[in-house]
């Protein structure tokens, strides 16, 4: 029976035992590795004496347990299927357990498993348990020797945490190589790959002279998609040196690209393991988009060396210490390596669509959390994203200067420690001599704040009062949060940026006035996203065209865009006669004409999607909002097609001329042809466009909307893509995602199918995200379907997928929980679904979890 029992962060308690020393050795075989597991273990000073040692453990056989060299008899311990009981243990004792684990089996891809050929490792956040009996939590931090004997042929690299200190061959073709971590660290950060891979090799030297040797493990055949990888992890070294003074620490520095992974990547002590999808890219095969993520995941996962390695979490509700300070980290990184304006419209994109739903449905939750049932459960873009908006807060109040010197303190307080939340802003407060004890109210906060504001302006005494008032989550009570506002006021003739800063609301209801102003200005709030609010501030459209134009910052100029495309679409989605007035379209049009960098023109010129417009609308009828978005788009088309044709016949000749930046004029280009393939065929052009592409940015544009379209194309355009690309595991992912955003009347059988599909596998996170995680997410047509059918379907696969993958399952279900901003009968349609999942027998914590919630609220 599956256990539901919430674990709270206000019953922490050190353990009583702590392990000083790991010496692992392991004996890889696919269905019986043996792990021996040799600790050094000390019971606290203050501990009773009569203390049992507790330690976790799951889907092991217990083979030998010796304390102090001599085998235990079975009176002085208990195991079970969560954990192994020792009583009267001594002070301080050496301890080792013998264990055999089934890596083939493990097809939850927790512990020890098999990615096609490989043995690799995945033990955040409680995986470990998996490999041997241990104490099982971020507080127990030890130095690792790990050593691992395999096959010499079949596995000829044999890799763990830290530095080589060993290796020899055995007999029987066998081989031994032995790692020593000198940092110690939690279990979470255990890692281990044997396999025969690719391997490119580069070197950093460190600022103090220091020379890393770097190391990219890659399957056979894909060495040159390595390269890009390479260069971020070059370029990653060198940003933290040059922005943080922040400098590797070990001797080697690897990477390891596997196809099996729940995640996108993991941070392991010096052997980080990467989903290949984040490793892997080349013109060919890979997009724009697939090179910025390589590079950013790239970013984070090294950043995470000192923000989340050296400091770590004292216990897994701290999760937002490290993950949201490295988000904030590779936005940081990715700001520098491209266009800042863009970055930062992309990440609060993600935040408004993704984690703006989790914070309205049942999951909500803190960035850092109070309970948790299934601690995988809470890997979200609350602690991520969200936690990273809070980091970048707390950056916009102390200025790059005073977040320096506080990173500077945090580090300086607790290299080497498991810290706590309240420690990171304690060390903020004391290097700035700063109170920020009204800032930290935002680690316990649920839900998404309202900021509502007013603004008055007497000609007579030339002065602008803003009244601003702060409104918790609905549901929610707690003091008033700090929250900054960044500002613009702009002169209404001049354009010109007459004041700009950044406003502290630091009460329920404030005024800031602004003296001596000559005329009454355009205010621009929230310059930058400066908080992860929802801002109500009426302005008429006027204001928005002169904010979308003249204002200084790029965030407020795009959202003052896409103020105006909301307000349109609502009037669609509630008056079926609406027709676009002219002032808009001729707003569009200034955009097209406008002199900007076509990165950011694709980002002005695309409309909200279904998800963002949810977050805008209530009580949501999803064809009738479909309908809307699709309406808003054909008009748009039908005012300015020329201009589009013209801007995307423009980007193609500079594509083809090399001008300019290649990624901007791409995008650019790709998002008029999804306005031109509106209402008419269209069909030569994208098919001109697929044929001509060197890259896969344009060719999986012109296929993806050929597929949206159901343009006459479109089967010709698959077949040869599929022909093309079949033994491309990643692009076989893109092909996958493509077939279940098509929107046709024979979706659901073709979904059959491709589920028998031959390169379609259940097991493979990657290939299940891509076909029933797209369809969820981006075929809402489908998936809200009035029949239901959409819902039955992702309940069945949820079904099979909880039996294979439990954390798998619990993504691919969040669009069927989040059921908030529905119409009732909507929501009830989808809670029927969720009622047949909880009456099924042995789901597991991860998605029983979801539904429980759900279901409650």
């Known amino acids: 029976m599956t256990d539901f029992t919430p674990r709270f962060l206000k019953d922490y308690q050190p353990a009583p035992y702590q392990i000083h020393t790991v010496d692992l050795y392991i004996e890889l075989d696919d269905e019986r590795t043996l792990v021996r597991n040799q600790m050094q273990i000390k019971r606290h000073g203050d501990a009773d004496e009569n203390e049992p040692l507790v330690l976790d453990g799951q889907h092991m056989e217990l083979q030998g347990l010796w304390l102090n060299g001599e085998a235990l008899n079975a009176s002085r311990y208990q195991c079970d299927e969560q954990s192994l009981t020792i009583t009267h243990c001594p ?97 979470y950060l255990f890692a281990l790959v044997a396999g ?38 070059q370029d990653s070294m060198a940003w ?74 004292r216990d897994w509700f701290q999760l937002s210490l490290k993950e949201g300070l490295t988000v904030f980290r590779d936005q940081q990184f990715s700001a520098d390596m491209h ?68 990173m500077k303190e945090y580090i300086a307080r607790h290299d080497g420690q498991a810290v706590t939340c309240d420690d990171f802003i304690a060390a903020m407060a004391a290097a700035n001599d700063t109170d920020l004890q009204q800032f930290s109210l935002w680690y316990s906060q649920v839900g998404t704040p309202q900021v509502e504001a007013t603004s008055n302006y007497d000609a007579n005494s030339g002065s602008l009062t803003l009244t601003v008032e ?92 896409q103020i105006l495309f909301r307000q349109c679409i609502a009037h669609y989605y509630q008056d079926e006669s609406f027709s676009l007035a002219d002032s808009l379209s001729r707003a569009f049009a200034d955009i097209l004409d406008a002199e900007v960098e076509p990165a950011f023109k694709a980002l002005q010129i695309t409309l909200p999607g279904f998800a963002e417009m949810t977050e805008f609308l209530q009580d949501v009828e999803p ?91 479109f089967e010709a355009l698959n ?29 659901f059988e073709r979904l059959e199918g491709l589920l028998n599909h031959p390169k379609f596998s259940m097991r493979n996170p990657n290939r299940a995200r891509a076909l029933i995680g797209s369809f969820a997410v981006h075929n809402p047509k489908y998936f809200h379907h009035a029949s239901g059918r959409g819902y039955d379907w992702l309940t069945d696969q949820i079904v099979k997928l909880d039996a294979i993958n439990p954390q798998v399952a619990s993504r691919l279900i969040t669009p069927l929980i989040q059921t908030q901003g529905f119409a009732s009968s909507v929501q009830e349609t989808m809670r029927k679904r969720l009622q047949r999942l909880q009456q099924l027998d042995d789901i597991s914590a991860d998605i029983g979890e979801k539904i429980n919630a759900a279901l409650v609220n």
Request: charged fraction near 25%; hydrophobic fraction near 40%; include cysteine.
């Open 91 to 187: 002070q301080a004792f050496t301890l080792t357990i013998e264990t055999l684990v089934n890596p083939k089996a493990n097809t939850a891809l927790e512990g020890i498993y098999k990615s096609g050929g490989a043995f690799c490792t995945q033990c955040e956040a409680e995986g470990f348990r998996r490999i041997s009996y241990f104490l099982d939590r971020p507080d127990v931090m030890a130095i690792y020797t790990t050593t691992i004997v395999a096959d010499k042929d079949k596995y000829p690299y044999l890799l763990a945490n830290g530095n080589c200190i060993e290796r020899r061959d055995l007999e029987r073709g066998r081989h031994l190589v032995t790692w020593h971590d000198p940092f110690q660290k939690p279990c």
């Open 196 to 233: 025969d891979f690719d391997l490119l090799e580069d070197r950093f030297v460190t600022q103090s002279g220091r020379e890393v040797a770097l190391q990219l493990f890659v399957d056979k055949g894909n060495l040159d998609k390595a390269r890009f990888a390479m260069q971020a992890l």
């Open 240 to 313: 933290d040196e040059r922005v943080f003074g922040l400098e590797y620490d070990l001797d080697i520095y690897m990477i390891v690209a596997v196809d099996f992974f729940n995640m996108g990547a993991m941070e392991n002590k010096g052997l980080n393991i990467f989903n290949s999808k984040f490793v892997l890219a080349d013109q060919r095969s890979a997009t724009d988009d697939d090179f910025f993520n390589v590079q950013a995941v790239i970013g984070h996962e090294y950043f995470h060396n000192w923000t989340g390695n050296r400091i770590t979490c």
């Open 339 to 406: 266009q800042p304006d863009v970055t930062r419209i992309s990440n609060v994109r993600l935040l408004r669509a993704q984690q703006f739903a989790e914070d309205a449905g049942p999951m909500a939750h803190p960035i850092r959390p109070e309970k948790v049932v299934e601690m995988n459960n809470f890997y979200t873009l609350t602690v991520y994203e969200k936690g990273a908006e809070v980091i970048r807060m707390l950056h916009t109040l102390l200025g790059e200067q005073g977040f320096q010197r506080g």
């Open 470 to 561: 702060q409104r918790p989550a609905s549901g929610q009570q707690h003091p008033p949060l700090l929250i900054p506002i960044g500002y613009e006021l702009l002169a209404q003739d001049s354009k010109k940026v007459m004041h700009k800063g950044v406003l502290s609301l630091t009460q329920t209801t404030q005024q800031f006035t602004f003296e001596q102003l000559n005329e009454q200005p355009v205010v621009v709030l929230l310059t930058g996203f400066s908080a992860p609010v929802k801002l109500h501030f009426s302005q008429c459209e006027d204001e928005l065209m002169t904010i979308m134009v003249h204002a200084d910052d790029g965030f407020s100029r795009w959202e003052a865009t």
């Open 623 to 713: 064809q009738q909002l479909l309908n809307a978005l699709s309406r808003f788009k054909l008009d748009l088309l039908g005012k300015q097609q020329a201009k589009l044709q013209a801007m995307y016949q423009a980007c193609d000749q500079k594509l083809q001329s090399g001008e300019g930046h290649g990624a901007g004029y791409r995008a650019l280009k790709n998002a008029c042809l999804e306005y031109l393939v509106q209402g008419q065929s269209f069909d030569t052009e994208v098919t001109a466009q697929y044929q001509k592409a060197s890259n896969m940015t344009e060719k999986i544009a012109a296929l993806q909307v050929a597929a949206s379209e159901n343009l006459p194309c």
């Open 719 to 747: 077949r040869d893509f599929f022909a093309q690309w079949q033994d491309d595991s990643l692009v076989m992912d893109k092909w996958f995602s493509i077939q279940a955003r098509i929107e046709d009347d024979a979706v």
